[in-house]
Each structure stands twice: as structure tokens, then as C-alpha cells.
């Protein structure tokens, strides 16, 4: 938090004394702004360009090439990971998309009881990481999973869901749908009364209307969703390696990395590939939705006329949400299911239920969830800390190159977590930390940053949003009562943001509590993992997945409270906020 | 383009949003290639019809006929029933000509006939070379025309304009309205303006109807409801009006009007004994230094000068009156607290029955 330190009277503290050139005087702002831009340069910037240094280096002469990545394309493994990868990410979209348009056009388009339901459980998915739900749904949708064993006993045939590339497609587009439905339904809510009305009048209706006018109104919400989806699925590690499918980029990078070695460059490569596609899906969305913002919504006409169905189409949307919705619930059912077996194989449910497995992930986890505590803690105190001090010297201050700390912060939205954690062991591994000689690459507080680095990105939008709330207004009449700068800042600004902060930190922590990509990169010991990376070992075994489940349900437990309380903090705040200005 | 002149007729029309009553027995009757307003304050019922017309909203109990044919039952897309919004409603994602072309689309009309018939469109509000534009490439007035161009490119029964004038800048509106008028001359087209300006109203229709609180309260020609008001919210609504309250009295043959105040007018129109008001435009009352016979006797309580006349409150006769004086310059604005003698056009005076 940037602070002036108390400034000593008549000119006589030592920067005084000293030649100007030798002591350059910084306000407070602009020193806090200095430490965080070399916190970032450090912890982001220069581990990532390492990274892509290394892919474009000769391993062996040490000049620069182009030779690792004709090297990578040579190799049909990778080619093969590389299309895998594209078209994964691809069919999770399309997938997520068949998910979420019904919902979404159900909920805006017509008076329907279900509507608060699924608003409320079509968020269900993000709060349980896409990992922990695979080895459910592998229970569930597998080859001999509880639908395909009725399938064949009743129907004679089974459906591959799970089988390969399709259980990581199925996975991802179940837990990440909800992007695509809350920016669709956003984008639904906001196109004008009338833009609909005038197509009715001109004589257009039903799907016609939809396709031709409804439709590509609301594409800004639905384009920025898909990205969404698509850089998430292209950048997943978790869910892939669960699912035992090692044939996709991110996989690769990790498999070359910790079976090959970290001088190995295909890691590189493939990390400068994982980037590059995610900037690249970004600006592509940004070429296409130039322009293109089409908020229409104007006095008078709030959204689309909501209309009744008629008893034909309220069996026929009540089947599509509860058949949408049942499958979006299955990894939880699954995994809470899974957490109280005895046995689960070969079977549509467990042989038997049993409170053991909760007893023997409290023995062996105790380790895992106090390190997540305290990883994902420190990772959030750092968010909300960095991302306020950013967003205060973004929007209220003048200090030159104020930009670059929001870019930069923002830019980790595009590095995938197995790039971050190679970069950190490639860049640290040299790094001993003091007095405990053990290099800064092995040691635990790296995770943490590393989580924090990661969470940066929505922590500094929860912040910004939060300052934009606090009128200038405010602060100015405390500095004109007579309050300092900093003053200002810790008396008025900050006390005002805490529902946007504290929603922030919460956030933060719920989120950096599941996130396994960076982590399992930067794991040097079983002593210092921390719950996702738990869940990942308990559940390479069939002995172990009982006890991987209920610590999944810990996790679930864990980001579900997280993000309650988040949404209660936010509405009270909004309250408070209204109610102040009433009066 | 040619247009079949329709008729509108609405009978006994109902129409609740749960408890609120929103129209309650609308009766009308529009003539064929009519320019018709309906004229009203904010939440007076007038759009809601207007959207009944059209077919958006709640289903109303009763009947809308337009060419004698009901449509109730229809839904907006099956009306043929052109109208313009108030916001416009252009779709940002499709380009002008894409926009006009669009209802022609929906009819599945043949490609060379939608060209052509877009074109004529285009031309016909003077915008052809602005086809390939997009929307938000437009000004106010521009989007109003285009907006126009796609509703009558359909060759619809009726044309509905809700407000189409409230979004542009007041020099604008004037001519957009002049130029509505002679649109709407060259089509022959049936239509209903929707306005809560008086002004816009009286300038441009044939005929309007003043609505409050869902109920229609006269219809009439625009100079027939200023002069002939049917009650005081029509008169208070068209233009300003003095109404004072009292009482006719029969002296004999002679019949007045005596105030609560007690000074009487000499009636000059036929009038039953009783309570009653009567409504006096402020040009109608001629005020003046000096005394006179027929005079009441009043005190300047303000005065504002607006360019070409003087308004003056006076409190005379037990209210304050409003009264126009035209402007000279060898005329000298009378003080406020001067005592003044008024004399009242008796012929111009509105008697309502209380």
C-alpha cells in the first residue's frame, strides 16, 4: 500500500541533506508503484521471457534457433498433442455452447420458474475443480460407468463418453459452460426491447427471430464467454492428466519437464505455443468484436419481453433444464457418492457406504489442507495488498508508466500455469535462499507467489471496480479538511473498498486453494503439497480414490463457502452503498 | 409504392396489468389515409394502445378492426401494421440497406424486388447514398428516417409512430415533423402519432384524441379541442387556461356568470342555472390601467416578458389569472402591485357544467 513516510520537519531529514541526483525523491505512490512493477518484472515477467528464451536457444551451442521448434513439429507425438490440444478446446466450446444457449435464451426469453435455478445452479460447476470432478465422472459416464452399464443391460450399447480426447472435452465443457451462460445471459438481458419488437413488427419470429436478430445482439457476451472456455480448455493440465490422457500440449510440457529433465526444450517450445495461442485467441475475439458493442439498452425498454409458455413448452424446457442440469451436477453427485463407498467398480453405484474414507483423508491430508491455508492465504493477502495498491495508482494517481502495472498484472491472464511453474524452476532453480540452502525454485513460499501471481489478474479487477465506487469526491473533501495523501488513502479510500476487497481476497483464496497447474510443477516434497496436488496423488490409485474424493469434497466445501460469502459480502456491500446514498 | 387506405376502428377496448387499469373502454373510429394523434401526459394510456394496435403487450379485451377485419388474435408479426419506436430500434449489427431490407426478407420477396423496392425506400427520405453505412454511423435525424424507411418499405395497413420525434434536438424536430406530414400526405398512409407535445399534435394531425388515466376524454380536430374543450383536463392540457369557479345566475333574460368571489360576467352563450366553471385563454382577458364598465378589479401579483407579449399574473375575481398582452415598445409593463382593470372576452370564454 503505497504510504508517504512522515515527512520530517524543515528540510532536515537525510534526503534533504544529500545531492538531489543522489537521492531522487519519490512520493509515496510512486515508490510503492516501483517496488510492485520489480515484484512483477521478478515473479512474472522475467521467469515468462526466460521461458521463451530458452524455447529459441540451442541446448547445445547455446546460439539462437528456430531448429526446437522444427524439432517439435517433426515429432508426430507432439503434432498429434498439438491437434489433439486445438480440437479439445474446440468441442468444449461447442459442447459448453449446446449447454448454455438453452439455458441462457430459456431464462432471459420467458416467465419461467426454473429460472432462479438454474442462475443459482448453473454456477455450481466453477466452484469444484475440473480434476477433482473427472475421476467422478469416469465413474459415472465411463466405459463401465453407471450409464453405460444400464445402457448395455438394457439397450445393448454403450456411448464412449469418457472414452480419450471425449472425457477430457466432456469434463471441461461441464465445468466451464457457466462462462459462456453468464456472459450470454448478461449480453440477452441488456439488447433493448425494441430491437425485438421492431423484427415482430416487420414480420419476423420464433427461431427466425432468434438467429437473425436476438442472436448476434447478444455475440459480444457470447464471443467473449467462448474465449474464454477456449484458452482455459487449450491451457488445462489438471483435468488431462487426471483422466490419464497424455497426448495434449500441456501434458507434454509437463511430462518432458519432469521426466526428461529442465534442460530439456520441448517444454520450452511447447509453453511458447501455449502462450502465443492464448494471446493469440484473445486478439482474434478482439478483431472480431470491434466495434461491435452493441448495448442497446435504452430508457423505456429493459431487456426482452419476458412471455409465458404454453403447456407444450413448459414440459419441453423443463425436460431440457432438469436433463442439462442433472449432467452438470453429475461429478458433484459423483464425487459425493465416491467419498462415501466402500467399493465402486463395475457397478451403477458403491457396493457399500462408509464413513472411512473421511477418516483416512483426515489422517493422511492434515499436512495437505493446512498447507493450502496457509499457500492460499498468503497468495490472497498478497492479491488484495498488490491489486489495490495497482488500482490506486492506476486511477488516481499521474505517475508516468502508471499503465504498465495494470498491464503487466493483467497480462498473467494469459500465461497457462505450467508455463509460470516451468519459468519459476528454470529461473529460480539457481537461486539459494538464505539460510536454508535450499534453492528459491524448491521452496515453498514459491508456490504461494506463484498462486498469487496467478490470481492477480481478478483480484486487481475486484479492486479496480471497488475504487470506482469511491467518488474523488470523497476523497478530495478529507484532503481538503486538512487529511495527507496517505491519510486520505487509509482513512477514507481503503475503508470504503473493504466489501470489494474483502470479496477480492475471498475469491482469491477460494480459487488458489484447487489450482493444481502451477502447483504441481513447483511440488518439491509430499511435505509441502498442498490439497489440489493431494487430491492428484491420492487419486493414482483405486485404493486411494475413496480418500481422494472426500478431500475433493474439501476442496468443493472449501471454493463453494469461499464463494458465498464472497456473494454475501458483495450484496451487503451494495446494500450499504445504496442505503448511504438515500439519505 | 402504392398503399390500400385503411380505416381503424377500436371498440369498448379493456386492458389491465393486474390491479392498474391501463385502458378502460377505448372507443374510435380512424378514417382511411387519416394523420391521427394521440395526445397525452406520461402514463396516460397512449402508448399502451398504440402497442395494442401494433400487438405488443397483454391481449386487451374488446376490438381492434383494422379495413373492418379484427386483429386481436394476430400476433405482431401477422398484423402489417408499420411502426416506428421511439428509440428507432435500427439493429447495430446490420447495415442500412440490410435494415430496410429485412421485413421484405421475412416475406420472401424476390432478391431484384427487394433491391428495388429498398432503393425506392431509401429515396423516398432522401438517404440513398447512406445505404452501406452502419447505424451508429448516423445522426439522430438520419436514423430517424432510416428508421421511417424500413417500417414503409413493407407497404404496411396502418404506420404507428410512438414518439418518433422525442429523441432529436428541438430545431430538428420541427422540420422532421413537416417532412413526416408530407410522407405520410404522399403514401396516403393511415396514420397514428403518439405525443405528449401539444404542439406536435396540433401542428401535424387531421384529428387527435386527449387521453388521461386510460380514458379518452374528447377527439376532435385540433382547433375544435383548444376552442371547445370537454372538460378541464382538456382544457388545462391544450395550451393554458384560467378556470374560475362560480355560478350561473338567470336576472330575468339576461343570464351571468357570478364567481366565488362575486363579480359577475354578462353570459352572451345559453347556459343552465347552477354550478359551473368557466375557461378563459389568457388573450382572451384585455388588461388595462384605467377603469372602465365591465370591469373586475385586480392587483399585478408578477409579470414575465417573453419576446413578443407580456405575461401577467393577476389576482383578481378570488384566483391568480394568467393573461397575454402583446408587446409594444411605447407600452410600459405595467408594476407588479398596480392595481388593474380587466375586461373579459365573454365570446371566447369555455362554460363547463360542473
Redesign the interface.
Known amino acids: 500500500m503505497p504510504q508517504d513516510t512522515p515527512r520530517p520537519a524543515d528540510g532536515t531529514g537525510l534526503a534533504d541533506r544529500l545531492p538531489a541526483f543522489l537521492f531522487p525523491r519519490l512520493s509515496g505512490a510512486a515508490l510503492a508503484g516501483l517496488l510492485i512493477a520489480i515484484f512483477l518484472l521478478g515473479f512474472l515477467i522475467f521467469p515468462v521471457l526466460q521461458v521463451v528464451y530458452v524455447a529459441f536457444i540451442d541446448p547445445r551451442s547455446g546460439g539462437l534457433t528456430l531448429q526446437n521448434f522444427a524439432d517439435f513439429f517433426a515429432t508426430s507425438l507432439f503434432r498429434e498433442s498439438f491437434v489433439n490440444s486445438f480440437y479439445v478446446s474446440a468441442m468444449s466450446v461447442v459442447v459448453a455452447t449446446i449447454i448454455a444457449l438453452p439455458l441462457a435464451y430459456i431464462t432471459t426469453r420467458f416467465n419461467f420458474g426454473g429460472s432462479a435455478l438454474i442462475q443459482s445452479l448453473g454456477f455450481i460447476p466453477l466452484i469444484m475443480p475440473p480434476f477433482v470432478g473427472a475421476v467422478a465422472m469416469s465413474l459415472i459416464f465411463g466405459r463401465n460407468g453407471t450409464v453405460n452399464l444400464m445402457l448395455r443391460e438394457h439397450l445393448g450399447f454403450t456411448i464412449p463418453f469418457m472414452e480419450g480426447l471425449n472425457g477430457v472435452i466432456l469434463v471441461q465443457s461441464i465445468h466451464y459452460f457457466p462462462f459462456i451462460l453468464i456472459n450470454l445471459s448478461a449480453s440477452l438481458r441488456n439488447i433493448d426491447r425494441s430491437m425485438e419488437e421492431a423484427a415482430q413488427n416487420l414480420g419476423s419470429s420464433g427461431l427466425r427471430l432468434f438467429r437473425k436478430i436476438v442472436f448476434p445482439l447478444a455475440m459480444p457476451g457470447y464471443i467473449a464467454g467462448a474465449v474464454l472456455v477456449f484458452i482455459k480448455v487449450f491451457d488445462d493440465l489438471g483435468t488431462p492428466l487426471l483422466l490419464n490422457v497424455n497426448n495434449m500440449l500441456a501434458p507434454q510440457a509437463y511430462l518432458r519437464i519432469t521426466s526428461v529433465g529442465i534442460s530439456d526444450p520441448m517444454g520450452y517450445v511447447i509453453s511458447v505455443i501455449l502462450v502465443a495461442f492464448s494471446i493469440l485467441s484473445l486478439w482474434a475475439s478482439f478483431l472480431v468484436m470491434r466495434g461491435k458493442d452493441y448495448a442497446t439498452v435504452q430508457k423505456g425498454g429493459g431487456g426482452l419481453a419476458k412471455r409465458d409458455l404454453s403447456g407444450r413448452e413448459k414440459v419441453i424446457a423443463y425436460g431440457a433444464v432438469l436433463f442439462i442440469l442433472a449432467l452438470v451436477l453429475s461429478p458433484h453427485l459423483g464425487l459425493l457418492l465416491l467419498s462415501f463407498s466402500t467399493i465402486w467398480s463395475f457397478a451403477p453405484l458403491p457396493d457399500g457406504y462408509t464413513w472411512a474414507n473421511y477418516i483416512r483423508m483426515w489422517e493422511g491430508s492434515q499436512d495437505y489442507i493446512l498447507n493450502t491455508l496457509l499457500y492460499a492465504g498468503i497468495a490472497a493477502l498478497g492479491d488484495v495488498i498488490l491489486g489495490t495498491a495497482i488500482a490506486y495508482i492506476v486511477m488516481r494517481t499521474g505517475i508516468v508508466g502508471r499503465k504498465c502495472l495494470d498491464y503487466m498484472a493483467t497480462a498473467a491472464l494469459a500465461v497457462p500455469g505450467v508455463v509460470l511453474g516451468i519459468g519459476y524452476l528454470r529461473s529460480f532453480q539457481g537461486i539459494e535462499v538464505p539460510f536454508l540452502d535450499k534453492p528459491l525454485a524448491q521452496w515453498w513460499v514459491i508456490i504461494a507467489i506463484a498462486l498469487m501471481i496467478r490470481r492477480l489478474p481478478y483480484a486487481l479487477r475486484a479492486c479496480m471496480a471497488a475504487l470506482q465506487q469511491v467518488s474523488v469526491a470523497l476523497e478530495e473533501a478529507a484532503e481538503s479538511l486538512g487529511a495527507t495523501k496517505s491519510r486520505t488513502i487509509r482513512r477514507v479510500v481503503v475503508p470504503l473498498m473493504t466489501g470489494g476487497i474483502l470479496a477480492g481476497f475471498v475469491t482469491s483464496f477460494a480459487t488458489a486453494a484447487v489450482e493444481l497447474s502451477a502447483t504441481i510443477m513447483l511440488v518439491s516434497s509430499e511435505a509441502d503439497s498442498p490439497l489440489a496436488y493431494g487430491i492428484y496423488l491420492f487419486m493414482q490409485t483405486p485404493s486411494g480414490r475413496g480418500a481422494g474424493a472426500a478431500l475433493g469434497i474439501v476442496a468443493v466445501i472449501i471454493v463453494g463457502l469461499g464463494t458465498f460469502l464472497a456473494q454475501i459480502i458483495i450484496e451487503r456491500d451494495k446494500k450499504l452503498k445504496t442505503s448511504g446514498t438515500e439519505h | 409504392m402504392k398503399t390500400e387506405m385503411l380505416g381503424i376502428e377500436i371498440e369498448n377496448l379493456h386492458l389491465a396489468f393486474g390491479p392498474t387499469r391501463v385502458l378502460t373502454g377505448v372507443n374510435l373510429s380512424i378514417k382511411p389515409g387519416e394523420f391521427f394523434a394521440f395526445l397525452g401526459p406520461s402514463g396516460s394510456g397512449k402508448s399502451t394502445l398504440l402497442r395494442s394496435i401494433?400487438?405488443?403487450g397483454p391481449r386487451p379485451s374488446g376490438a381492434i378492426r383494422i379495413g373492418g377485419r379484427d386483429v386481436l388474435d394476430l400476433?405482431?408479426?401477422?398484423r402489417?401494421?408499420?411502426?416506428v419506436?421511439?428509440?428507432y430500434?435500427l439493429?447495430?449489427?446490420l447495415s442500412v440497406q440490410e435494415n430496410v431490407a429485412?421485413?421484405l426478407r421475412?416475406?420472401k420477396l424476390p432478391g431484384a424486388e427487394i433491391t428495388r423496392r429498398v432503393e425506392e425506400a431509401l429515396d423516398l427520405v432522401g438517404l440513398s447514398h447512406l445505404a452501406a453505412r452502419?447505424p451508429?454511423q448516423l445522426s439522430g435525424g438520419q436514423q430517424q428516417r432510416i428508421a421511417l424507411a424500413?417500417?414503409v418499405v413493407?407497404e404496411p395497413q396502418v404506420l404507428l409512430l410512438d414518439e418518433p420525434l422525442s429523441n432529436l434536438d428541438a430545431s430538428l424536430r420541427v422540420q422532421m415533423r413537416r417532412e413526416l406530414l408530407a410522407l405520410q400526405r404522399k403514401l396516403g398512409l393511415t396514420t397514428i402519432f403518439v405525443t405528449h407535445d401539444q404542439e406536435e399534435a396540433n401542428s401535424t394531425s387531421d384529428r387527435m384524441a386527449v387521453l388521461d388515466k386510460g380514458v379518452i376524454q374528447q377527439i376532435g380536430r385540433p382547433q375544435e379541442l383548444y376552442d371547445h374543450p370537454a372538460n378541464l383536463f382538456v382544457a388545462r392540457f391544450l395550451g393554458t387556461a384560467n378556470v374560475l369557479e362560480g355560478r350561473v345566475e338567470k336576472r330575468g333574460e339576461a343570464l351571468r356568470f357570478v364567481t366565488g368571489s362575486g363579480d359577475a360576467l354578462p353570459l352572451p352563450m345559453a347556459a343552465k342555472a347552477g354550478p359551473s366553471s368557466i375557461v378563459l385563454r389568457p388573450q382572451n382577458i384585455t388588461i388595462s390601467p384605467l377603469c372602465g364598465p365591465d370591469t373586475i378589479i385586480g392587483q399585478v401579483l408578477h409579470s414575465e416578458f417573453l419576446g413578443s407579449q407580456i405575461r401577467y399574473i393577476v389576482q383578481a375575481a378570488g384566483s391568480d389569472l394568467v393573461i397575454d398582452k402583446s408587446h409594444h415598445m411605447s407600452e410600459p409593463t405595467l408594476p407588479t402591485g398596480a392595481e388593474v382593470a380587466l375586461q373579459v372576452n365573454m365570446d371566447s370564454a369555455v362554460l363547463l357544467n360542473a
Open positions: 401494433a400487438g405488443f400476433p405482431p408479426w401477422k402489417n401494421v408499420g411502426m419506436f421511439q428509440s430500434a439493429w447495430p449489427h429485412f421485413g421475412e416475406r452502419m451508429n424500413r417500417t413493407i
